[in-house]
């Protein structure tokens, strides 16, 4: 049982590029997200999806997009890398309140 | 988006002391959570809070669901050093969307 993994650990992109970060979890939980952490600033929701084909948009969406692919995978995707999308990005999955965290993703764009 | 403001920011503590930290926001939520994140880690739940007052343990931690909803308290008691990371709260009013603090980062000198 491995929980929620993510993909891939460590990423450097250069302005302009385009990458996606992949999600899964095996808990069998409806809902999924995605949030970015930031030094000082604690978690902030970027997207989130409650069920299998539904998106929605958090606190932080905009230069991202997602995809609910089934109930397992939920992935994030950057279509032009920003430096301001320097960050560590953690995906969660939840039924009801108690969400299960991924290891993150450490990305920086140069 | 929602504020959550943990207190203190940091806390350096001898091995064996009590620790208090608290969290306040300037909306009600109806569920207060609590998480550790250790370095390199994704944030592991600790207590959940789903009724104002209620006062809930998890071994050495004890949390409270503050009466005004707008704040909830953690404890630590007799402190050791796996203790030491970055604890958030946070709130959530639809189990979607969860809005996160700040973060008390502990050191404990054993």
Known sequence: NAGVTQTPKFQVLKTGQSMTLQCAQ???????YWYRQDPGMGLRLIYYSASEGTTDKGEVPNGYN??????????????SAAPSQTS??????????????????????? | GQQLNQSPQSMFIQEGED???????????NTWLWYKQDPGEGPVLLIALYKAGELTS??????????????????????????????????SNTGNQFYFGTGTSLTVIP
Do not use: W
């Open chain 1, 66 to 79: 997602v995809s609910r692919l089934n109930k397992r995978e939920f992935s994030l995707r950057l279509e």
């Open chain 2, 58 to 91: 998890n071994g050495r931690l004890t949390a409270q669901f503050g009466i005004t909803r707008k704040d909830s308290f953690l404890n630590i008691s007799a402190s050791i050093p796996s203790d030491v990371g970055i604890y958030f709260c946070a709130g």
């Open chain 2, 19 to 29: 620790v208090s930290m608290n969290c306040t926001s300037s909306s009600i939520f």
């Open chain 1, 88 to 110: 560590v990005y953690f995906c969660a999955s939840s039924e009801a309140y108690e969400q299960y965290f991924g290891p993150g993703t450490r990305l920086t764009v140069t």
């Open chain 1, 26 to 32: 095996d808990m069998n939980h409806n809902s999924m």
